[in-house]
């Protein structure tokens, strides 16, 4: 379980880059959304198959992805070092977490939660859209960088022995 929640101010929601380009008017309004929460190394911030019902902002300290393998041991997929986000298909996509995501280090993390996010669409939804927009291209560099990745190790050289 997270420690120490608490509420950001303004000029913490505007160093995280997801939000550096906003005005004060909707940082103030991300202000009434946004709670800052602590990890100890070695933790979950969510598991595979949950609900996914928020998004994450890595603001101190380095997680790991893992996803479950058939043989129920987890592989590690990629390393995230502060500043970053984590879990925007909860924006994207209902359903359940695709990964895990652990901690490697003490990890500070913004929580921006789906409900939030609903009463940003009905508040002010051109923000709403600059959100979502924004979500959608980590989605789409990430899905880029897993393609690249994937075609290497299709067209390495099988190891026979």
Do not use: W
Request: glycine share 4%.
């Amino acid at each position: 379980m997270p420690r120490n929640s608490r509420q950001l101010t303004i000029d913490e929601i505007a160093r995280i880059p997801f939000f550096n380009d906003l005005s004060d008017a909707d940082l103030k309004i991300l202000s009434e959304m946004l709670d800052l929460y602590y990890y100890d190394k070695n933790k979950y911030i969510f598991r595979e198959g949950e609900v996914q019902d928020s998004l994450f902002f890595i603001m101190d300290g380095s997680v790991i992805v893992l996803k479950n393998a058939e043989d129920g041991h987890q592989e590690q997929l990629a390393q995230f070092n502060a500043p970053q986000v984590i879990g925007e298909m909860a924006l994207i996509s209902p359903g359940t977490r695709s990964a895990s995501i652990m901690t490697i280090t003490p990890v500070t993390v913004t929580r921006f939660g789906c409900a939030s996010f609903e009463k940003i669409i009905k508040r002010k939804p051109e923000l709403a859209i600059n959100i979502l927009r924004k979500a959608g291209n980590t989605v789409s560099t990430r899905l880029r960088k897993a393609n690249q990745t994937y075609l290497k190790v299709i067209h390495e050289p099988k190891n026979d022995a």
